[in-house]
C-alpha cells in the first residue's frame, strides 16, 4: 500500500487546513490510519487516528480543534485543523496499519509541512 499525504502549507494562527492521506493499493485490509507529527529534534508524536470500524481518536492537545474522518470511497482519511497554532507547527506524517495475515505492518507517507505564524 501506499500512502499520499498533502494539504500542508503555511497559515497564521487561528486560521484552519485540511490534511488528505490518500492511500492506494487493497483499502480494504487497512486496520487504522494514524497521523503523527514531528518537530525537528522532536519525537513524533500521534495526533489523531480513525480505525476501520470507524473509531476515532484525538490527542488532548488538540481536542475541539482538529477532527479525523475519512471517505471510504476515495481510500482518503482527512485530518482538518482549526485555530491552528503556532505549537501545531511540524511536519505531520500518515500511517496505515495494514493486514497481512494475523499481523499487521505499518505503511508511512512521506509527510507534509505545516507551518503556523503567529
Known amino acids: 500500500v501506499q500512502l499520499q499525504a498533502s494539504g500542508g502549507g503555511l497559515v497564521q494562527a487561528g486560521e484552519s487546513l485540511r490534511l488528505s492521506c490518500a492511500a492506494s493499493?487493497?483499502?480494504?485490509?487497512?486496520?487504522?490510519i494514524h497521523w503523527y507529527r514531528q518537530v525537528l529534534g522532536q519525537q513524533r508524536e500521534l495526533v489523531a487516528f480513525?480505525?476501520?470500524?470507524?473509531?476515532?481518536h484525538v490527542r488532548d492537545s488538540v481536542k475541539g480543534r482538529f477532527t479525523i474522518s475519512r471517505d471510504n470511497a476515495k481510500n482518503t482519511v482527512y485530518l482538518q485543523m482549526n485555530s491552528l497554532k503556532p505549537d501545531d507547527t511540524a511536519v505531520y506524517y500518515c500511517?496505515?496499519?495494514?493486514?497481512?495475515?494475523?499481523?499487521?505492518?505499518?505503511?508511512w507517507g512521506q509527510g507534509t509541512q505545516v507551518t503556523v505564524s503567529s
Open positions: 500511517k496505515a496499519e495494514y493486514a497481512i495475515g494475523s499481523y499487521y505492518k505499518d505503511y
Open positions: 493499493g487493497s483499502g480494504d485490509r487497512i486496520n487504522a
Open positions: 480513525i480505525t476501520s470500524g470507524g473509531t476515532t
